[in-house]
């Protein structure tokens, strides 16, 4: 008797695991960043995932990285795309070479500090690349 108590706990407790971790990925699939001015971005938002669009400046590709400036309204802030990010860009269609001076870009990433700055990490390829301005 006591070995079906046993297996009975064993499919409860794994049951209630997988139903957990179900409910972390359909939660993190639903999270939207918050669409913010990059003259709104500040050390409160370290850590979160935020929106914005803005103007590149300085461009720079280097070994499969891009390292750019992000612009708007006087404002400015670092963005680094990874290879991994830049990747799956490119996978989804979107020439990342076509981002160069004065191009209008959208994108979603982390709020980070590198160096004393702040900066946006894109950790998904979702990026939208506007006309030249």
């Known amino acids: 008797m ?3 108590e046993e297996r009975q ?3 409860i ?3 209630g695991s997988l139903l957990s971790l179900a409910a ?3 939660f993190v699939l639903n999270i ?7 003259c709104d971005i500040s050390l409160e938002h370290v850590g979160r995932i935020v929106n914005v ?7 720079l590709q280097r070994n499969n990285h891009v390292f750019f400036t992000l612009s708007e ?6 963005v680094v795309l990874w290879e991994s990010v830049v990747e799956g860009l490119e996978i989804r269609g979107t020439d990342v070479a076509a ?3 004065n191009t209008v870009v959208n994108l979603a990433g982390e709020v980070d500090i590198h160096g004393g700055y702040l900066q946006i990490v894109p950790t998904r390829p979702t990026l939208s690349i506007a006309e030249k301005i």
């Open 53 to 59: 669009t803005g103007t590149a400046e300085d461009v």
């Open 73 to 78: 309204g006087g404002c400015e802030i670092r």
């Open 24 to 26: 972390i990925y359909v």
């Open 2 to 4: 006591l070995r079906m």
């Open 99 to 101: 981002i160069t001076n």
């Open 9 to 11: 706990l064993k499919a």
């Open 32 to 38: 939207s960043p918050e669409t913010i001015e990059i």
């Open 13 to 15: 407790a794994v049951t």
